[in-house]
């Protein structure tokens, strides 16, 4: 059939239906959009994931060091009362984890010639003997903070446990050592001799009717066996306190005179007076000395119960610096007589070892049982470890009978951190007189010290030291930084506030650093002049009366001095004086101790030398040894010319010669569990550079890939829109 106009041709439409089309849809198949889909997806993910990588490790880096430095801070202070009421702030030196144990180890110098130093003026010898080691414990009382949390004010007791496994071989705490009597010293200084205080026993007692020329001849007559006979009473030693007391002699003596013991036999060792035999223990925990409980006793019913302390509680103003000094000596006076009790039945029991319960009971109600009636007192002395001279172990004093103590809590000023405003009850304290030239004061000036030197009011030549130092536990932290802790510390000294010595020493940077227990600390000592004369140390003292002595006579009440232990970085006449032993028999010498350029050896060094290892990023004192020596001299008297203060039994002994009585180590640690959460802090330290760095160079790793797959997306957004067959 032919077409014509208008006619639509069939095969034509049943050839295009059955027929490919040249230009197909633009429809991708589905396994290109799945592609493209996961390409966007992946992008998506690095990119965001790197960039939240780069912010953790910036976060991780520069915050994490800001959160620990502020627990670091944290650490180191207390500025909340649920802080200082914690136990390892209360018994700092007890068995909690946080707690570091502290040790006193005591050295005596036993005088083991004591008799023929008395009889024939020998150069005395002494024989170092220990460590005899007590554990401190250290509880505070009545702790509280003041508003701004600036300072903590509390009071405090300690008390002393032997630790015999820590102590030397062969050694006990009732080992009986020789030495200096410092009850003896204290008294005889105060007076001026034996004469003078035996002249005022006699007019305070039997000769009180009697005119001053009586008292001389008494005493210059029966003199010697009066002393010999206060020596026994005061002598610890059982058979000596029976001979004196034998027929109630004290208040036969006290109520009639030297006629009394004339007769009696005081020949031996335990009544010179000068030096007593004592156990270890006694040494570092303190005994009862009755010589000194009666001065102070006998004032105290005499003169303070019968109107001073009426006095004393009601002056005002210039009024009661008139009589501080008589105050101070009723207060002294009144704390002796409140514990006599207790001072008492220690004597007794020493006196019971040898004579029984019975018999000792006697004794004690005809001697320090006179206390409340005629002032006869046992009076405890310090020891070298316990300050107190009492034993707090089974019972805590009475917090109304303690002192307080203020102290910078570096809560307002990190830089202030431990540092004293008030010691035991003092904020300031008059130290040293000047004496116009490098000398040894008199006992005259001594004794006037003790009645005109004050700080309220004080004379022109007089050095008050005000209350200041740390306890040498902390300095200002380091702190953190992204580098870890802090590898220098914050100051390059620090005072050390000694409170028997009333003034501070500074120790400075050894610009060494040492290694404990795999921990890196620097290390502080005192330097070899810490007790050199210098103008600038001459205020205190120092290097009075030669090189290597802090003088305390002012502070003390007679001639005595601290020093390194065997007189280390004192000048050699020191050394020659008197002949000093050490424990395993060497002699000690100027040749031993230094070496050919005048330096002190390193195994001296070592031993005597006073350090504190600090961790530079805490401030914490990791690990301390302070060493230090004591030494006393005998002063002239200053009634009998060319006498020495015992100038009524041993008169001709040799005045202002230093010397040595003991030395002791105080030390701690921290313990194990302490620096092993030191060390996994600084454990974590050490990754906050490595892991900034690491996640820093992975987040931009995860960013890049982001934006190269996001430009892989992108060109395949591009290819499916305008893409081709081919």
């Not at 032919?2 to 439409?13: K, Q, S, V, Y």
């Not at 105050?327 to 006599?340: M, R």
């Not at 220690?346 to 029984?356: C, Q, R, S």
């Not at 103008?535 to 205020?539: I, L, M, S, V």
């Given at each position: 059939?032919?077409?014509?106009?208008?006619?639509?041709?069939?095969?034509?439409?049943?050839f295009?239906?059955?027929?490919?089309?040249?230009?197909?849809?633009?429809?991708?198949?589905d396994?290109?959009?799945?592609?493209?889909?996961?390409?966007?997806a992946?992008?998506?993910?690095?990119m965001?994931?790197?960039c939240?990588?780069?912010?953790?490790?910036?976060?991780?880096?520069?915050?994490?060091?800001?959160?620990?430095?502020?627990?670091?801070?944290g650490?180191?202070?207390?500025?909340?009362?649920d802080?200082?009421s914690?136990?390892?702030?209360?018994?700092?030196?007890?068995?909690?984890?946080?707690?570091?144990?502290?040790y006193?180890?005591?050295y005596?110098?036993?005088?083991t010639?004591?008799?023929?130093y008395?009889?024939s003026?020998?150069?005395?010898?002494?024989q170092?003997?220990?460590?005899?080691?007590?554990?401190r414990?250290?509880?505070?009382?009545?702790?509280?903070?003041?508003d701004?949390?600036?300072?903590?004010?509390?009071?405090?007791?300690?008390?002393?446990?032997?630790?015999?496994?820590?102590?030397?071989?062969?050694?006990s705490?009732?080992?009986?050592?020789?030495?200096?009597?410092?009850?003896?010293?204290?008294?005889?200084?105060?007076?001026?001799?034996?004469?003078?205080?035996?002249?005022?026993?006699?007019?305070?007692?039997?000769?009180?009717?009697s005119?001053?020329?009586?008292?001389?001849?008494?005493?210059?007559?029966?003199?010697?066996?009066m002393?010999?006979?206060?020596?026994?009473?005061?002598?610890?030693?059982?058979?000596?306190?029976?001979?004196?007391?034998?027929?109630?002699?004290?208040?036969?003596?006290?109520?009639?005179?030297?006629?009394?013991?004339?007769?009696?036999?005081?020949?031996?060792?335990?009544?010179?007076?000068?030096?007593?035999?004592?156990?270890?223990?006694?040494?570092?925990?303190g005994y009862?000395?009755l010589?000194?409980?009666l001065?102070?006793?006998?004032?105290?019913?005499?003169?303070?119960?019968?109107?001073?302390?009426?006095?004393?509680?009601?002056?005002?103003?210039?009024?009661?610096?008139?009589?501080a000094?008589d105050?101070?000596?009723?207060?002294?006076?009144?704390?002796?007589?409140?514990?006599?009790?207790?001072?008492?039945a220690?004597?007794?029991?020493?006196?019971?070892?040898?004579?029984?319960d019975?018999?000792?009971?006697?004794?004690?109600?005809?001697?320090?049982?006179?206390c409340d009636?005629?002032?006869?007192c046992?009076?405890?002395?310090?020891?070298?470890?316990e300050?107190?001279?009492?034993?707090?172990s089974?019972?805590?004093?009475?917090?109304?009978?303690?002192?307080?103590?203020?102290?910078?809590t570096?809560?307002?000023?990190?830089?202030k951190?431990g540092?004293?405003?008030?010691?035991?009850?003092?904020?300031?304290?008059?130290?040293?007189?000047?004496l116009?030239?490098?000398?040894n004061?008199?006992?005259?000036?001594?004794?006037?010290?003790?009645?005109?030197?004050?700080?309220?009011?004080?004379?022109?030549?007089?050095?008050?030291?005000?209350?200041?130092?740390?306890?040498?536990?902390?300095?200002?932290?380091?702190?953190?930084?992204?580098?870890?802790?802090?590898?220098?510390t914050?100051?390059?000294?620090?005072?050390?506030?000694?409170?028997?010595?009333?003034l501070?020493?500074?120790?400075?940077?050894a610009?060494?650093?040492?290694?404990?227990?795999?921990?890196?600390?620097?290390?502080?000592?005192?330097?070899?002049?810490?007790?050199?004369?210098s103008?600038?140390?001459?205020?205190v003292?120092?290097?009075?009366?030669?090189?290597?002595l802090?003088?305390?006579?002012?502070?003390?009440?007679?001639?005595?001095?601290?020093?390194?232990?065997?007189?280390?970085?004192?000048?050699?006449?020191?050394?020659?004086?008197?002949?000093?032993?050490?424990?395993?028999?060497?002699?000690?010498?100027s040749?031993?101790?230094?070496?050919?350029?005048?330096?002190?050896?390193?195994?001296?060094?070592?031993?005597?030398g006073?350090?504190?290892?600090?961790?530079?990023?805490t401030?914490?004192?990791?690990?301390?040894?302070?060493r230090?020596?004591?030494?006393?001299?005998?002063?002239?008297?200053?009634?009998?010319?060319?006498?020495?203060?015992?100038?009524?039994v041993?008169?001709t002994?040799p005045?202002?010669?230093?010397?040595?009585?003991?030395?002791v180590?105080e030390?701690?640690?921290a313990?194990?569990?302490?620096?092993?959460t030191?060390?996994?802090?600084?454990?974590?330290?050490?990754?906050?550079?490595?892991v900034?760095?690491?996640?820093?160079?992975?987040g931009?790793?995860?960013?890049?890939?982001?934006?190269?797959?996001?430009?892989?997306?992108?060109?395949?957004?591009?290819?499916?829109?305008?893409?081709?067959?081919?």
């Open positions: 059939m032919a077409l014509t106009p208008g006619m639509r041709n069939g095969n034509f439409e049943n295009e239906k059955n027929s490919p089309t040249m230009f197909p849809k633009l429809e991708e198949p396994y290109r959009k799945r592609s493209c889909c996961g390409t966007k992946w992008a998506l993910t690095l965001i994931g790197g939240l990588t780069t912010i953790i490790g910036i976060l991780y880096g520069t915050t994490m060091p800001a959160y620990v430095n502020h627990a670091v801070d650490q180191v202070v207390s500025c909340t009362a802080e200082v914690k136990e390892a702030y209360l018994d700092s030196y007890g068995d909690c984890d946080d707690c570091s144990p502290y006193v180890s005591v005596m110098l036993n005088a010639n004591a008799e023929d008395l009889a003026n020998a150069k005395l010898q002494v170092e003997m220990g460590p005899y080691v007590y554990r414990r250290e509880f505070k009382l009545d702790v509280s903070l003041s701004d949390s600036s300072t903590v004010t509390y009071k405090t007791y300690t008390y002393h446990t032997y630790m015999s496994d820590m102590s030397c071989d062969g050694c705490d009732s080992d009986e050592i020789v030495s200096f009597d410092t009850g003896y010293f204290s008294v005889i200084a105060a007076t001026g001799g034996e004469f003078n205080l035996l002249a005022a026993v006699a007019m305070s007692s039997f000769a009180a009717t005119n001053t020329t009586e008292v001389i001849t008494i005493v210059t007559e029966y003199g010697e066996q002393m010999r006979w206060m020596n026994g009473l005061n002598s610890l030693d059982p058979l000596a306190m029976k001979t004196v007391t034998n027929n109630s002699a004290v208040l036969t003596f006290l109520g009639t005179g030297p006629e009394a013991i004339v007769d009696m036999d005081l020949s031996g060792f335990a009544y010179n007076g000068i030096f007593v035999k004592r156990t270890a223990s006694q040494w570092a925990l009862p000395s010589l000194a409980g001065i102070l006793g006998s004032n105290y019913v005499g003169t303070c119960e019968t109107g001073m302390n009426d006095e004393c509680a009601s002056c005002t103003g210039d009024a009661c610096l008139a009589i000094a105050c101070s000596q009723c207060t002294s006076g009144a704390a002796v007589v409140a514990v006599n009790n207790v001072t008492c220690i004597v007794e029991a020493i006196y019971a070892a040898e004579y029984g019975e018999e000792a009971a006697t004794f004690a109600a005809g001697t320090c049982g006179l009636s005629v002032g006869l046992a009076m405890p002395l310090p020891g070298i470890a300050s107190s001279g009492m034993d707090y089974k019972a805590a004093p009475d917090a109304s009978s303690l002192s307080a103590y203020i102290k910078r570096g809560c307002d000023d990190l830089s951190i540092e004293y405003e008030q010691y035991n009850g003092i904020t300031v304290a008059p130290v040293w007189v000047d116009g030239e490098r000398r004061p008199t006992l005259a000036e001594i004794i006037a010290f003790s009645s005109y030197a004050n700080c309220d009011s004080p004379a022109d030549n007089i050095t008050c030291f005000e209350v200041s130092g740390t306890d040498g536990t902390s300095l200002k932290p380091g702190g953190v930084t992204i580098n870890g802790m802090a590898k220098e914050t100051s390059d000294s620090f005072n050390s506030y000694l409170g028997a010595a009333e501070y020493i500074t120790i400075t940077s610009d060494e650093e040492v290694d404990f227990n795999d921990v890196s600390l620097h290390r502080f000592s005192t330097p070899s002049d810490i007790f050199a004369y103008e600038a140390k001459a205020y003292g120092t290097g009075f009366p030669v090189d290597g802090q003088p305390l006579s002012f502070v003390i009440g007679f001639l005595s001095y601290m020093s390194g232990p065997f007189f280390i970085y004192g000048d050699t006449s020191l050394i020659d004086a008197v002949e000093m032993t050490t424990t395993n028999g060497t002699v000690v010498t040749d031993a101790m230094y070496d050919s350029n005048g330096d002190l050896t390193d195994t001296f060094l070592e031993a005597y006073t350090f504190v290892d600090i961790e530079s990023g401030g914490q004192t990791m690990r301390a040894r302070k230090s020596q004591i030494s006393y001299a005998l002063a002239a008297s200053t009634s009998v010319a060319n006498a020495s203060m015992s100038d009524l041993w008169p002994l005045t202002e010669v230093v010397l040595p009585t003991y030395w180590q030390a701690g640690e313990k194990d569990s302490v620096l092993d030191f060390k996994s802090t600084l454990t974590l330290l050490k990754t906050f550079l490595p900034l760095i690491v996640l820093i160079i992975v931009v790793i995860e960013i890049c890939g982001g934006v190269f797959l996001w430009r892989r997306y992108k060109q395949q957004m591009e290819q499916m829109r305008y893409g081709s067959v081919i």
